[in-house]
């Protein structure tokens, strides 16, 4: 059965880093623009970034811009979201999706909306 999987969450101080994985089962993830989303307590999934499967453009949201990296490794299946100077307000589910990129008139991602497939999400805490 086709499915996401999302891992590396955990519990870091603020300024930290962590990395989170979004590992493909049952289907290849080459297939695929892929993005990662975040949900804080109590309030709505918002976007976080977003990979094209063809010539790898990505997106950003502009909270995390400079601080958040998407990358793709084909020889694992796997996309990656590296997060760096962590804040509080970076605490939230994390889930990965297969999207679709929106594209502005320069030809550059502007924004992305989750398709099929949705992953569990894992927990990122930042806190002292």
């Known amino acids: 059965q086709a499915h996401l999987a999302e891992s590396g969450g955990g519990l870091v101080q603020p300024g930290g880093s962590l990395t989170l994985s979004c590992a493909a089962s049952g289907f290849p993830l080459d297939n695929y623009a892929i993005g990662w989303f975040r949900q804080a307590p109590g309030k709505e999934r918002d976007v976080v970034s977003c990979v094209t499967n063809t010539d790898w453009m990505t997106y950003y949201a502009d909270s995390v811009k400079g601080r958040f990296t998407i990358s793709r490794d084909r020889s694992k299946n796997t996309v990656f979201l590296r997060m760096t100077s962590l804040e509080p307000e970076d605490t939230a589910v994390y889930y990965c999706?297969?999207?679709?990129?929106?594209?502005?008139?320069?030809?550059?991602?502007?924004?992305?909306?989750?398709?099929?497939?949705w992953g569990k999400g894992t927990l990122v805490t930042v806190s002292l």
């Open positions: 999706a297969t999207v679709v990129l929106h594209y502005n008139d320069r030809d550059r991602p502007e924004s992305c909306d989750a398709t099929d497939y």
